[in-house]
């Protein structure tokens, strides 16, 4: 496992993109200048040492360099040392709806992005609680097994799309099944499911699935995305080409919040129904009620010691600086003699 000890140092990454943007600048005002002068491919025959290639090279170098360098400074650490914790916590399984009226974008930029960016936020404020993912469309599919993995969640988190399942639908009630049996059956941690979705095209079997769930004493919360105004479903993102999605005699599809029937369903399993229509989307009430289940304890891999890595990065910085001093501009009047290919 990869940390940084001065994580904040990383903000002078900035500094790749703003050398590599000058040196472009510079170049293309030499050019302008050069061409003012006259042809530039007869003025190339006037300095026939120059090479462009070389001074390219030594911008790649130099910019290299830095960004060694600035990573360096960060202290990135490896884990050395993995160990075996025990802490107290909960386990919590996410059902994120992926289908097409995901899209819509009564709630910026869209319901589907906002979700991701306000479970991202709630993954930064878990500490010692396990986290699933369900994805669920017409279906429903594992995405994240139960872990203690943030970092690695967020990352699958970050590439959830509603190409991700082909069969369009709402299955909750498949959903909330495939998240009762994904739980850790050797604990006694509380355990909450939460579904994130606007309740359209309702597919059936929600009573069945949440009766199951509340018997494995699972609490049930929902998050209703949209609004109940009902807008039509964006097929790109293009403001200059937009079109929108059509049902077959060509009329567009109209998507509405079905807030009713996820009120409902929190109800059936003695959880609580928030509707994201506000910056948070409830998660800070939902979190308030899940610090109220009762949490157990569960052990956890960590690792308790790092080893350093910047001095290779600072070797590898110093060694790219000093190739760079020894690359000229010029063409190299020994070497250019050299004939490989008559």
């Given at each position: 496992m990869l940390r940084f000890e001065q994580i904040s140092y990383l903000f002078l990454l900035i500094l790749v993109p703003v050398f590599t943007g000058l040196y472009f600048l510079v170049q293309y005002q030499r050019k302008r200048r050069l061409r003012k002068l006259g042809d530039?491919?007869?003025?190339?025959?006037?300095?026939?040492?120059?090479s462009q290639f070389r001074r390219n090279l030594k911008a790649l170098l130099l910019v290299s360099a830095i960004l060694c360098l600035v990573i360096a400074i960060a202290g990135?650490?490896?884990?050395?040392?993995?160990?075996?914790?025990?802490?107290?916590?909960?386990?919590?399984?996410?059902?994120?709806?992926?289908?097409?009226?995901?899209?819509?974008?009564?709630?910026?930029?869209?319901?589907?992005?906002?979700?991701?960016?306000?479970?991202?936020?709630?993954?930064?404020?878990?500490?010692?609680d396990r986290l699933g993912l369900i994805v669920f469309?017409?279906?429903a599919f594992t995405q994240i097994p139960i872990t203690n993995d943030y970092l690695s969640a967020k990352m699958f988190l970050a590439g959830i799309s509603t190409n991700m399942v082909?069969?369009?639908?709402?299955?909750?009630?498949?959903?909330?099944?495939l998240a009762a049996r994904s739980f850790s059956q050797q604990?006694?941690?509380?355990?909450?499911?939460?579904?994130?979705?606007?309740?359209?095209?309702?597919?059936?079997?929600?009573e069945d699935a949440c009766e199951a769930a509340v018997d494995k004493g699972i609490k049930i919360y929902t998050i209703g995305m949209g609004l109940s105004q009902g807008v039509r479903i964006p097929l790109r993102n293009d403001a200059y080409n937009r079109d929108f999605r059509r049902d077959n005699e060509g009329n567009f599809v109209i998507t509405r919040l079905n807030e009713q029937m996820l009120k409902d369903i929190a109800a059936a399993g003695n959880g609580h129904y928030?509707?994201?229509?506000?910056?948070?989307?409830?998660?800070?009430?939902?979190?308030?009620?899940?610090?109220?289940?009762?949490k157990a304890e569960m052990d956890y891999s960590e690792?308790?010691?790092?080893?350093?890595?910047?001095?290779?990065?600072?070797?590898?910085?110093?060694?790219?600086?000093?190739?760079e001093y020894m690359v000229l501009d010029r063409k190299?009047?020994?070497?250019?003699?050299?004939?490989?290919f008559n």
């Open positions: 530039p491919a007869l003025i190339g025959t006037l300095m026939p040492d120059y990135p650490q490896s884990g050395s040392k993995l160990t075996e914790v025990k802490r107290e916590g909960i386990e919590i399984i996410i059902a994120l709806d992926v289908s097409n009226s995901m899209m819509a974008e009564d709630i910026k930029p869209n319901r589907l992005e906002k979700a991701k960016q306000e479970l991202s936020r709630l993954m930064d404020r878990l500490e010692n469309a017409g279906d082909s069969r369009q639908g709402t299955a909750i009630g498949s959903a909330i099944g604990t006694t941690a509380g355990k909450a499911i939460i579904i994130i979705s606007d309740g359209e095209n309702h597919e059936g079997g929600v928030y509707r994201a229509n506000s910056p948070n989307m409830g998660l800070n009430e939902m979190l308030a009620q899940l610090n109220n289940l009762d690792y308790t010691e790092y080893e350093e890595q910047f001095p290779v990065l600072v070797w590898l910085a110093l060694a790219l600086l000093g190739l190299n009047r020994w070497l250019k003699k050299i004939r490989v």
